[in-house]
């Protein structure tokens, strides 16, 4: 049975930082591209991050360049994204996904979706 499932939201002043984490089993992980997602209240799910299978190459969405971290651990079958410097936009549910072939920024790339993890950024 597949799973993904995030943790680590939470709410954080501006300029905070926080580390979200999806913990993945029930397919070959390390052969797969982990993508980040996020939705906000009335908007659409909109591409954050991914990191490609095997050499790990990662790029991010315009809006998080430069704060936005995402890596992975093979051997523990997580993926992280690393949130700094942390704006009230950021407020959203942050998905996880897998996808396998070739993956892009379009989430209909993606085979598997976690059921998110809420992360509000305030004061």
């Known amino acids: 049975q597949v799973q993904l499932v995030e943790s680590g939201g939470g709410l954080v002043q501006p300029g905070g930082s926080l580390r979200v984490s999806c913990a993945a089993s029930g397919f070959p992980f390390s052969m797969h591209t982990m993508g980040w997602f996020r939705q906000a209240p009335g908007k659409e799910r909109e591409f954050v991050a991914l990191i490609r299978r095997i050499i790990a190459t990662t790029y991010y969405a315009d809006s998080v360049k430069g704060r936005f971290t995402v890596s992975r651990d093979n051997a523990k079958n997580t993926v992280y994204l690393q949130m700094n410097s942390l704006k009230p936009e950021d407020t959203a549910v942050y998905y996880c996904?897998?996808?396998?072939?070739?993956?892009?920024?379009?989430?209909?790339?993606?085979?598997?979706w976690g059921q998110g993890t809420q992360v509000t950024v305030s004061s």
């Open positions: 996904a897998a996808g396998a072939g070739s993956i892009s920024s379009r989430a209909l790339d993606y085979n598997y």
